[in-house]
């Protein structure tokens, strides 16, 4: 074969698998909407009175909810529990409002306070036919805050009809000692515009960004420059609430997001406000780009993130974003050209880091969160490695769903049988021996689920390793390709996927350092709907999570060996947590997509850890974990806010904080 045989053999094979991926993600997508269709003409047909009249039909479905809350919740008695603690939450929610604000001598401490870099933020506020109202709150937020050195741009683009506009900020100005800079514009120029007129007029070191009609915390840009004189800060970020009706104890929606997280912002412009970063971070480009106008602040936040040194987010909820007819915060209608530029954003990133072939699908959470499609490249040969004694129909259940299933072809499963006694077993081993993808190799001694799991990966060929318990049985037909398009990435280590009880409830969705009642870890969105949208949408996105369960875990086979694999010590539990933060401490991204969906019937295998020995056990590895990783689980986990229960697994608020 000629040298220009090759290369044209290379590009049609690379068409061709492009066209198998795209067709695998089709099947998937597909299925996907069969499953919620079914779901939902379930939901009709289950109900006896369907043709009844509307009234009827609703009074049906109510009653309908309350059953399901009423099972969901542990029967009367633990409604009353929720109950009870939805009041206690709400109680909790007040303490984020205006009692939340420093009191008079907090707020003299704050403003005598000498930090050793007394940086200028210069605030910059876009204004456009404001209400009077709005206008005054948010200068007087401003005004208002406990650290003294900022400087505040007002950029007017408002017509004749709202003159007043001016008169108001003219009169701030008068009485700001200098720090309020005004200028009316000739023209309005539009959100990028108005703000890059902003720019100009500032002169600090940090730019912050705070739209017109919201309202900033009074000890915000005291904790900001705190951040950055303690941990060198150059971009910051706090945690948000929309409010109604004037009154910011009136929330909406409380947003407490995770740290840093490049895989969600990708997804999810999460950040949002209150953006304060570096100047020297803009490196003489624009601040705004009016091709993003409507998502002009995400594509804004995806190239300064990216020159970023160090990005902190402060977990206060210390930004009010005023909900009101017309705002981007009482909906995406109000702005449906803001879905087109935050792809179009997203796009031009993934451009820059070096990803082609992607797609960007709106999901069902909302229209700016989105679900990304990274191109799988080459067709890298996936070891899946299952533990497995006895229990002959699991296996064959976990094993017939990736065979049947799998529209990925270049795997192989390598069995590792650890001490069975059952015939029926040894004939089915002898059946998989027929199968030349699959292999059976033995580990002689007591059950050790890190050894097992070893030894299988000494005995797998594939360039990436995957984990998966014989509890489990596929459900998405590309679940491997969904997989390993994160795990071929060099700044990824381990990839998660979303797992189900055979009730279609959530088992696992991601691993939170700390949670639960060992404070070890546990798994959040825990038994919540297969069609719960999850916090703030996370159940419908790729996000970075400081761990994912090796009931399904995929790695690069190179990565699992240079962190030497699962530790040993930890026999049963938490093994594949430690596995993940060893990943971590290597500054690799951990990955939970929602998008390669397993059945995973837990403990079927091996029973529960809740009692004698079991209990005895995971009580010893847990103690293990707490020690050896005890400045991790101080610090807390970076991608589960401070401000959530660590007693819960819904992201219910902390109480009497």
């Known amino acids: ?63 309908i909810r309350q059953k399901d809350r009423l099972a969901n919740c542990g029967g009367p008695k633990g409604v009353l529990r929720k109950l009870g603690y939805k009041r206690g939450e709400r109680i909790a929610m007040r303490q984020f409002g205006t009692e939340s604000f420093p009191t008079p001598e907090q707020a003299a401490a704050e403003a005598a306070t000498v930090f050793p870099r007394m940086v200028k933020i210069s605030i910059l506020v876009p204004v456009w036919n404001n209400r009077r109202d709005f206008q005054v709150e948010m200068l007087d937020s401003v005004m208002g805050q406990t650290y003294r050195n900022w400087e505040l741009c007002l950029a007017d683009g408002s017509d004749e009809e709202h003159s007043y506009i001016g008169e108001i900020c003219r009169e701030y100005a008068e009485k700001s000692d ?319 996927a979303k797992l189900y009880y055979g009730d279609r409830t959530i088992q696992h969705a991601g691993v939170v350092i700390g949670l639960g009642a060992h404070r070890t870890a546990g798994h959040t969105h825990y038994k919540q709907s297969r069609q719960n949208l999850g916090y703030m949408g996370r159940l419908c996105y790729a996000q970075n999570v400081t761990a994912v369960t090796g009931a399904c875990l995929l790695v690069k086979k190179a990565l699992y060996e240079e962190v030497g694999g699962l530790d040993e010590g930890f026999a049963v539990s938490l093994n594949d947590v430690d596995f993940c933060l060893k990943l971590r401490e290597r500054g690799l991204l951990n990955v939970f997509t929602p998008f390669a969906e397993l059945y995973h019937y837990e403990s079927v295998s091996r029973g529960l850890d809740d009692q004698g020995e079991r209990a005895e056990r995971y009580e010893r590895e847990s103690e293990k974990f707490r020690e050896k990783w005890k400045k991790q689980l101080e610090a807390g986990d970076p991608y589960y806010n401070p401000n959530f229960s660590l007693d819960r697994s819904d992201f219910s608020l902390r109480i009497g904080q």
């Not at 991926?21 to 998937?28: F, K, N, W, Y």
């Not at 409507?294 to 970023?308: E, K, V």
């Not at 209608?333 to 179009?344: H, N, Q, S, T």
């Open 1 to 63: 074969m000629s040298e220009r045989e090759a290369v044209d053999y290379r590009e049609a094979y690379e068409r061709e698998h492009l066209k198998s991926a795209e067709l695998a993600a089709r099947i998937a997508d597909l299925e996907e909407k069969n499953e919620e269709l079914e779901w939902k003409l379930n939901r009709i047909k289950n109900n006896p009175l369907w043709k009844a009249s509307k009234p009827l039909r609703n009074g049906i479905h109510w009653a």
């Open 178 to 496: 200098g720090r309020i800079v005004y200028q009316k514009l000739k023209k309005n120029g539009g959100i990028s515009g108005n703000t890059n007129a902003c720019l100009q007029m500032a002169s600090g070191e940090y730019i912050g960004l705070l739209d017109q009609d919201d309202i900033l915390h009074p000890s915000v840009l005291y904790e900001y420059v705190r951040a950055i004189n303690e941990q060198g800060a150059d971009y910051l970020y706090c945690d948000e609430t929309t409010f109604h009706n004037g009154d910011i104890n009136k929330m909406l929606t409380m947003h407490f997001k995770p740290d840093f997280s490049p895989d969600n912002l990708r997804a999810n412009n999460y950040i949002c406000h209150f953006s304060v970063f570096s100047r020297k971070l803009l490196d003489g480009s624009e601040l705004f780009r009016s091709k993003f106008d409507g998502s002009q602040d995400h594509d804004m936040i995806l190239r300064l993130t990216d020159n970023a040194e160090k990005v902190v987010h402060v977990p206060r909820l210390m930004y009010y974003w005023r909900s009101h007819s017309g705002s981007v915060a009482s909906g995406i209608d109000a702005k449906p050209y803001a879905i087109e530029a935050a792809k179009g954003a997203v796009a031009e990133h993934l451009r820059k880091h070096g990803f082609e072939n992607f797609k960007i699908e709106s999901t069902r959470a909302f229209e700016t969160i989105f679900r990304i499609r990274y191109q799988v490249l080459g067709t890298p040969k996936i070891s899946i490695v299952i533990a497995n004694k006895d229990h002959v129909e699991d296996l064959r259940r976990c094993v017939t769903s990736i065979l049947e299933k799998s529209t990925y072809d270049n795997y192989e499963i390598v069995i590792v049988e650890n001490n069975s006694e059952t015939a029926e077993i040894r004939e089915y081993y002898g059946e998989l021996s027929e199968n030349s993808k699959i292999s059976v190799v033995s580990y002689e001694g007591a059950f050790n689920y890190s050894a097992v799991n070893n030894l299988g990966v000494r005995h797998a060929s594939g360039d990436y390793i995957l984990l998966l318990n014989n509890d489990t049985e596929v459900i998405t037909v590309n679940w491997m390709e969904e997989l390993l398009m994160y795990a071929q990435r060099e700044d990824v280590g381990a990839v998660g």
